[in-house]
């Protein structure tokens, strides 16, 4: 288990990188943007970006609308 900040809340997750803690936490990873310690994280490196314990992110996810 890793604790991170996810959002402004203390979280503990299984995940070892972006994809699998977007997994983990059931949203669609086409539709969100993430930012890890204060630096936007480009789509495709969620995979090569490691999640270790006192991480801060904020995942934000898109909606449609009219």
């Not at 994809?19 to 930012?35: M, S």
């Not at 936007?40 to 090569?48: F, H, M």
Request: glycine letters at 10%; proline letters at 2%; hydrophobic letters at 45%.
């Amino acid at each position: 288990m890793v604790k991170i900040l996810l959002n402004g809340e203390e979280r503990e997750v299984v995940a070892s990188n972006l994809t699998a803690l977007i997994e983990e936490i059931g949203l669609d990873g086409r539709k969100i943007a993430v930012e890890k310690n204060l630096e936007i994280v480009p789509r495709s490196t969620y995979l090569a970006t490691q999640i270790a314990n006192g991480d801060r992110l904020e995942i934000v996810h898109f909606v449609g609308g009219g």
